[in-house]
């Protein structure tokens, strides 16, 4: 089946600096890709979508300048939490779309626990 | 926003029991999916039910599909052990390409 990696697992870094989290698809062309956030025992949230090569879309509440996406190539997007904060201590995950890019066509990667001190 | 609303939040059940755990959802669908996922890991995809099927099974799951209610179910049959997880059920957003997840349900199976 198709693969979707994360990159770091875990990141610890202190208030105010910047984390980079990288979501490649290992075997497959991932014309969309997604990113979530899971706050402990809860739901994951959609934060936004990005289409490779255009700008992400955000959903309401997500600040797109905190939250920067990136999805240059087919198998690489990159969300970097600007300006960190303990409040952005969370699990996030992404997930990756071919084809023709349909909703249930998800691969997710296994997350990014960050925590920020 | 949240799409799905499981319940119960959490199950507790004896190994050999069956789990059964609900979803309901507030728009037209295409498709509702199921998901397990591990403490503090990512998602496991468990299966599909498209918005004209009514039932579908795969090994010790079966998802039941109720559009006119706008629920969904899914049961898992002689639990075990390591089916220990919080499960989720989703459905596309509106725009039809994301996944809205909803609130899960905690299930555990003591051994």
């Known amino acids: 089946g198709a693969v979707v990696s994360q990159h770091p697992s875990r990141v610890i870094c202190k208030s105010g600096t910047s984390v980079k989290i990288e979501c490649r698809s290992l075997d497959f062309q991932a014309t969309t890709m997604f990113w979530y956030r899971q706050f402990p025992k809860q739901s994951l949230m959609l934060m936004a979508t990005s289409n490779e090569g255009s700008k992400a879309t955000y959903e309401q509440g997500v600040e797109k300048d905190k939250f920067l996406i990136n999805h240059a190539s087919l198998t690489l997007s990159t969300l970097t939490v600007t300006s960190a904060h303990p409040e952005d201590s969370s699990f996030y995950i992404c997930?990756?779309?071919?084809?023709?890019?349909?909703?249930?066509?998800?691969?997710f990667g296994p997350g990014t626990r960050l925590t920020v001190t | 926003s949240q799409q799905g609303e499981e319940d119960p939040q959490a199950l507790s059940i004896q190994e050999g029991e069956n789990a059964t755990m609900n979803c309901s959802y507030k728009?037209?669908?295409?498709?509702l999916q199921w998901y397990r996922q591990n403490s503090g890991r990512g998602l496991v995809h468990l299966i599909l039910i498209r918005s004209n099927e009514r039932e579908k099974h795969s090994g010790r799951l079966r998802v039941t599909l109720d559009t006119s209610k706008k629920s969904s179910s899914l049961l898992i049959t002689a639990s075990r052990a390591a089916d220990t997880a919080s499960y989720f059920c989703?459905?596309?957003?509106?725009?039809?390409?994301?996944?809205?997840f909803g609130k899960g349900t905690t299930l555990s199976v003591s051994s």
């Open positions: 997930s990756a779309s071919g084809g023709a890019g349909g909703s249930y066509e998800q691969y």
């Open positions: 728009t037209s669908i295409n498709n």
């Open positions: 989703a459905t596309a957003n509106q725009a039809g390409t994301a996944l809205i």
